[in-house]
């Protein structure tokens, strides 16, 4: 199975703390990835810029948009636990929980405009979150841009030096 994009991951963590318990990130992303059966490898895939699982990631991800619609709260820190709403949502049986989803969360509205007020550039200067990807993803695909475009204008430098 491929790693599922954070997203995807919302309502199986919402469920895996449904138990009204605390837990630690780490119990999160051993129970995650067992239920979307990644492989030892999907699970070690690591991200362009740091030094972390691509999943592990995502989990976390996961985990600040849930808590900024006040599903999940932090009670310290590594350690989650569903809240009131987040039990409620679970009683409600949606069949998907995404960022769509979530917009029925003042808290969540909130959080999302508030980025947006204070952008003083034009909208075709901005990088938009996309449904699928993290801020993390697209750090990651900027990063590789820019390096595969670095490679290529040292290559071009070097292809000239030689025909000098």
């Known amino acids: 199975m491929a790693i599922p994009d954070f997203q995807s991951i919302m309502l199986p963590m919402l469920s895996f703390l449904g138990d009204k318990k605390e837990h630690k990130v780490g119990e999160m992303i051993e129970s995650l990835s067992i239920s979307f059966k990644l492989s030892e490898e999907e699970k070690k895939v690591p991200l362009t810029s740091k ?56 808290e969540y509205r909130l959080f999302r405009d508030l980025p947006a007020k204070k952008q003083k550039k034009k909208k075709d200067d901005l990088i938009e ?36």
């Open 129 to 164: 979150v996309s449904e699928k990807n993290t801020p993390q993803d697209l750090l990651d695909s900027g990063y590789k841009a820019f390096r595969d475009n670095l490679v290529q204008e040292l290559k071009g430098i070097s292809k000239n030096r030689i025909k000098s």
């Open 51 to 106: 030094n972390e699982p691509v999943f592990h990631n995502r989990v976390r991800w996961t985990l600040f948009y849930l808590r900024k619609a006040e599903l999940v709260n932090r009670t310290k820190r590594g350690v989650g636990k569903i809240t009131k709403r987040g039990v409620d949502v679970l009683k409600s049986k949606p069949k998907k929980i995404d960022m769509k989803f979530l917009e029925q969360f003042p």
